[in-house]
């Protein structure tokens, strides 16, 4: 059988693409020696897959095409992102919308597509042994790990119940982690069976200690993959080439065949979100093209819970900046005692900062990042990646002035312009259009920061 017969398993493909993306050094050996660097890696892939790509560096090799043709669909695709039909809370489903269309305009495509993943992230412990220096959210030192004892299982049970009772089924769209690592709780599995008790799913985990214990994850994925049938829930940080070796040598390439490897190693041609740590390493920064200056890695939109703190954080993902420097808004922070009390706690932001309709009582104003250009006949609002165009009516072009001073409720706009359009409706639709598409300042925005 000659190499363009043979096709690889995914699971070698997979690992080959592994090293590639994490060891500088691979591709030239490859150049090299085809063959013998494929042996020397116990990798089963045919050269013709990959050499009509070999002189092109690797963040240019079209790795859409070559996973399409190793497993006849695209990998980035089969990750899931949040099911609006499961949101039952109509409050919250109108914001996470609005939420949407925002990070829509503020971030490049692919990555704006990925940053609606979970509607709440649960940290099992305070802190993080990992220690990476590119920590996007700059964990402490592990502090506290939240065991799960019969007070704890009380609350945590608690809590998930709350949360599907308030929010729907789509509140099993979580983590069980955030600035923390799940595998540094010795019960996150006991965790996760209720997780799945109650939403039917497994919380995504991704954890730097993957190859620690290897039976450990290995029982890991074994329970996620056999009750959920959707393997690409777990997954390993890799944060050096040593750490990658390890991995591959303590687990076949089978083993990992639905084990996501996040390569986070400094050599790895991945990207660092220019947020948390990295915005605090001075002299050996790694160069610019390493770092994604408005990428994120916050992909939740809705509740960040440190269960030992008893904390809730609203939030979603915002390019970073001095003001947002971990990459998402913090719209609110409060704390609990119980789980009626997160109950209570979770209607009350929801009420506090969550309107279906635009609100009436409020000041409406356009948002601060976008670029508002007035027409003869009314006005453009531009992002990056984005361009919103409201045209057709002379009043427009005033109603968009009005609204970049940010002096009026809509009370106010309706009486300024009531002599001037024959239809009384006109305006208040207008703003609610501009609401809905998320362009107007929400109610809370900026209350807080990063810090609280
Ligand atoms: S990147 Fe992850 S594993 Fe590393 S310190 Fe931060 S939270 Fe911990």
Known sequence: ?????????????????????????????????????????????????????????????????????????????????????????????????????????QFVKPHADLLNQVLFAFELSVGCSGGCDFCTFSAPSLEEVFRYTEKNQHLWRGILIAAREVIGPAAGFCTGYWATDPFDNPDYEKFCRDAHACFGRFPKTTTIKGQVSPPRSLEFQKMVSEKQGIPTFFGFSVTSLDMLDRIHSRFSPEELEFIGLALNNPEASTRY??????????????????????????????????????????????????????????????????????????????????????????????????????????????????????????????????????????????????????????ISDTVRRLFEAGLLVEPGNGATSNDD
């Open 273 to 426: 979100s220019n947020t948390g740590r990295i915005r605090e390493l001075t002299g050996e920064k790694p160069g610019e093209e390493k770092i994604y200056l408005e990428g994120t890695s916050a992909c939740l939109t809705g509740f960040l819970l440190n269960l030992p703190r008893r904390t809730i954080r609203l939030i979603s993902p915002c390019p970073p900046s001095e003001a947002w420097p971990f990459g998402y808004l913090v719209f609110d922070s409060v704390r609990f005692s119980d789980p009626p009390d997160f109950a209570r706690r979770l209607e009350w932001l929801i009420a506090e900062h969550m309107t279906v309709d635009r609100p009436s009582e409020q000041i409406l104003r356009i948002r601060s990042d976008l670029e508002l250009t007035l027409l003869e006949d009314g006005f453009e609002l531009k992002t990056p990646h984005l361009k919103h165009t409201f045209t057709g009516d002379p009043l427009l072009r005033e109603l968009g002035r009005s609204l970049a001073t940010g002096s009026h409720r809509i009370a106010d706009l309706e009486e300024k312009f009531i002599l001037y359009t024959a239809s009384p409706d006109f």
């Open 1 to 105: 059988m000659t190499d363009m017969e043979s096709s690889p398993s995914f699971a070698h493909y997979k690992r080959f693409k592994e090293i590639l993306v994490a060891d500088p050094g691979f591709l030239p050996d490859l150049r090299q020696d085809p063959k013998g660097t494929l042996a020397a890696h116990f990798l089963s892939v045919p050269v013709a897959l990959f050499a009509p790509h070999l002189s092109l560096p690797v963040r240019s090799w079209p790795f859409a095409d070559i996973d399409r043709r190793v497993m006849g669909t695209d990998w980035r695709h089969e990750i899931p992102g949040v099911d609006e039909s499961a949101i039952i809370n109509p409050r919250f489903k109108a914001w996470f919308r609005r939420q949407q269309e925002r990070i829509r305009g």
